[in-house]
């Protein structure tokens, strides 16, 4: 067993962005134990391959888990309960499991729904990804200094627990536990809220027939720039959330809705006070987030170079 990982084989069902991150990760800690990588993705398993991620590759995720003392889950949120039915048969007695996905309720209750009883399953999300996707966009570093949450239910076993947010901790990350509806809230309003209005954005720029993508393109740097990182994000990846966060992403958007009606009567009536009492609060969030290391002060809107920072 290499410390500080209290296990010794390893399964990472999904190899693109975050399952080639964690294989990086794990290696640069000093894990020395077997990694099974399993991808239905040919390119992506032999790309996997080449990059030297793994330990055996397998197209068949059944056959990767057989040895895992740990199965590490890093698929889309849609492909969770096939990964789970798919997986349960062959996993060893004991074997904790854990997952990625961007969002928690629906993977717990897939989870649920396919493992056998006697596998331990715990639920986590590192909040710390790109716009980049598939193995060759992974590095060992995506997890330092950036939060990964677990959302264990009264039904996670503790030890298990405790084994996963280790191994996060291992690779530098700040373990915040919450319960699981809070989660999938939270994350509307500050991850999968924002991918949708980028999306948005992006396709009603390109859509506007009076301006064109030359200029689009040329003037991107006047905010829309931005946008368009997170718009270019995996389209399963972010389909996948929107289907199974559906509740709290129309919670979330209805609210932002109210609040896009009143700045634009704002705007319709020249309300300036409202309009600078709004940006006057809105600067005080950003300064926040800055202060609290979760982005940077620099120039070129604060977005370091290299791919980091969140979904
Ligand atoms: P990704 O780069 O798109 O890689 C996902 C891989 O899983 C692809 O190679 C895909 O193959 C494969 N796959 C899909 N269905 C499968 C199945 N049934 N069996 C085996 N392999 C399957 O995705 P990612 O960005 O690493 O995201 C992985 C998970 O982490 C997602 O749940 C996501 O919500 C979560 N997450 C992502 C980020 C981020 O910023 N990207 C951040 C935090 C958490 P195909 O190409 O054939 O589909």
Not at 208 to 236: Q, W
Not at 275 to 299: E, K, M, N, Y
Request: proline content about 5%.
């Amino acid at each position: 067993m290499t410390e500080p990982f209290r296990f010794q084989s390893v399964a990472i069902v999904g190899i693109g962005l975050i399952g080639a991150s964690l294989a990086l990760a794990l290696r640069d800690c000093g894990f020395d134990g077997a990694i099974a990588v399993a991808d239905r993705n040919a390119d992506a398993l032999q790309e996997a391959e080449a990059l030297g991620l793994g330990t055996t590759y397998h197209g068949d995720a059944a056959a990767a888990v057989a040895d895992a003392d740990i199965v590490i889950l890093s698929v889309p949120v849609g492909a969770m309960a096939a990964v789970g039915t798919a997986i349960g048969p062959a996993l060893k007695a004991g074997a904790i499991v854990t997952d990625t996905g961007s969002v928690k309720g629906a993977v717990i209750d897939a989870m649920a729904a396919t493992l056998p009883a006697s596998a331990r399953f715990v639920a986590g999300h590192p909040i710390a990804g790109s716009e980049n996707s598939g193995p060759g966009a992974g590095f060992p570093s995506l997890f330092n200094h950036r939060w990964c949450i677990i959302t264990p239910t009264p039904e996670t076993d503790p030890e298990a627990t405790e084994i996963v947010s280790g191994m996060w901790q291992a690779f530098g990350a700040n373990i915040e536990m919450m319960e699981v509806t809070r989660h999938d809230l939270v994350l509307a309003l500050t991850s999968h809220l924002p991918h949708l209005i980028a999306y948005n954005i992006v396709r009603t720029a390109s859509d506007m027939e009076e301006v064109t993508e030359a200029e689009v393109i040329k003037f991107s740097a006047g905010g829309f720039r931005d946008f368009t990182r997170l718009a270019a994000s995996d389209p399963t990846m972010w389909r996948d959330v929107f289907l199974h966060n559906r509740e709290a992403v129309l919670e979330a958007l209805g609210r932002f809705s109210e609040d896009l009606a009143m700045l634009q009567r704002a705007i319709r009536w020249g309300d300036g006070e409202q309009l600078f009492d709004t940006f006057t609060r809105t600067r005080a969030i950003r300064r926040s987030i800055v202060g609290a290391g979760q982005d940077t002060a620099a120039p070129n809107f604060g977005r370091p170079q290299e791919p980091r920072g969140g979904e």
